[in-house]
């Protein structure tokens, strides 16, 4: 599978790290897509005119290593479920091939905005130190206990459109686990177009429409804690549970 994905990526033009922070879009408009990895081979083939991708050291696909935050009784899970329109997600990420490693917080505000953000550290803690809580705590503007829940880990292709202020990551070999539980999403695709502002003239979008892949909001988080903790609250997520597992199942 990684091998197959490397050599689809031959063909589109290289963009550096450096070039690539023009394209920042820490306040942004997310538009997520699941689908089958089937799929990727062809939709990588039709994205080639329109987009570059990042390049790191020579390599195109990059390994990420996040470890998730929460309170004890999964706030953020089900601030996620019950729809409340101002939520966060708090982690730590490890971008393993430029070697950088961030405390990121992510918002979800009242106008469907996405505001990332985050503090460089030196390696991921299995709790947070006060420097680090005092750091969440002003930007999401109140303190709350949390301790670490779980690890995903996966691979990511990062597009950068040609001509417009969009980036596109397309997320593989997807896997999880919190040191009891494990699994493993490997045939299921996370795509997100990441934009200043929604707008469906996305050369992405477009393309996706054509091959039948539909926007779903799909939180990593979410889904894999579902899977490690079977008493939490899930009916709002049932059809997108059972996307995924007829994915899995193919």
Same mark, same amino acid.
């Given at each position: 599978m990684i091998n197959s994905l490397i050599n689809n990526t031959t063909q589109f033009s290289p963009i550096s790290l450096k070039n690539m922070d023009e394209v920042k879009l820490m306040n942004r408009s997310d538009t997520k897509f699941t689908f089958s990895v089937q799929k990727l081979p062809i939709?990588?083939?039709?994205?080639?005119?329109f987009y570059d991708v990042l390049e790191i050291n020579g390599k195109r696909l990059h390994s990420y290593k996040s470890l998730y935050f929460d309170t004890d009784d999964r706030k953020f899970y089900n601030d996620h479920h019950n729809r409340r329109v101002n939520r966060h997600k708090i982690r730590f990420r490890e971008y393993e091939d430029s070697g950088l490693i961030f405390l990121e917080v992510k918002c979800k505000n009242n106008k469907g905005?996405?505001?990332?953000?985050?503090m460089k550290v030196n390696k991921i803690p299995n709790?947070?130190?006060?420097?680090?809580? #005092?750091?969440?705590?002003?930007i999401m503007g109140y303190s709350l206990p949390v301790s670490s829940k779980q690890w995903i880990n996966f691979n990511r292709v990062t597009l950068v459109h040609k001509k417009q202020?969009? #980036?596109l990551t397309i997320d593989v070999n997807l896997n999880y686990s919190d040191g009891i539980a494990n699994g493993d999403l490997s045939k299921?695709? =996370?795509a997100e177009v990441k934009q200043? #502002? +929604?707008? #469906?003239?996305?050369?992405?979008?477009r393309i996706a429409k054509d091959l039948k892949i539909y926007p779903m909001r799909?939180? *990593?988080?979410?889904?894999?804690? +579902?899977? =490690?903790?079977?008493?939490? *609250?899930?009916?709002?997520?049932?059809?997108k549970q059972i996307f995924i597992n007829k994915i899995i199942n193919e």
């Amino acid at each position: 599978m990684i091998n197959s994905l490397i050599n689809n990526t031959t063909q589109f033009s290289p963009i550096s790290l450096k070039n690539m922070d023009e394209v920042k879009l820490m306040n942004r408009s997310d538009t997520k897509f699941t689908f089958s990895v089937q799929k990727l081979p062809i939709l990588l083939e039709k994205l080639v005119p329109f987009y570059d991708v990042l390049e790191i050291n020579g390599k195109r696909l990059h390994s990420y290593k996040s470890l998730y935050f929460d309170t004890d009784d999964r706030k953020f899970y089900n601030d996620h479920h019950n729809r409340r329109v101002n939520r966060h997600k708090i982690r730590f990420r490890e971008y393993e091939d430029s070697g950088l490693i961030f405390l990121e917080v992510k918002c979800k505000n009242n106008k469907g905005k996405t505001i990332k953000k985050r503090m460089k550290v030196n390696k991921i803690p299995n709790t947070l130190s006060n420097d680090h809580q #005092r750091y969440v705590t002003n930007i999401m503007g109140y303190s709350l206990p949390v301790s670490s829940k779980q690890w995903i880990n996966f691979n990511r292709v990062t597009l950068v459109h040609k001509k417009q202020k969009e #980036r596109l990551t397309i997320d593989v070999n997807l896997n999880y686990s919190d040191g009891i539980a494990n699994g493993d999403l490997s045939k299921v695709i =996370i795509a997100e177009v990441k934009q200043e #502002r +929604m707008s #469906r003239s996305s050369d992405f979008i477009r393309i996706a429409k054509d091959l039948k892949i539909y926007p779903m909001r799909l939180s *990593k988080y979410c889904f894999t804690t +579902m899977q =490690i903790d079977h008493s939490l *609250k899930k009916n709002r997520f049932k059809e997108k549970q059972i996307f995924i597992n007829k994915i899995i199942n193919e």
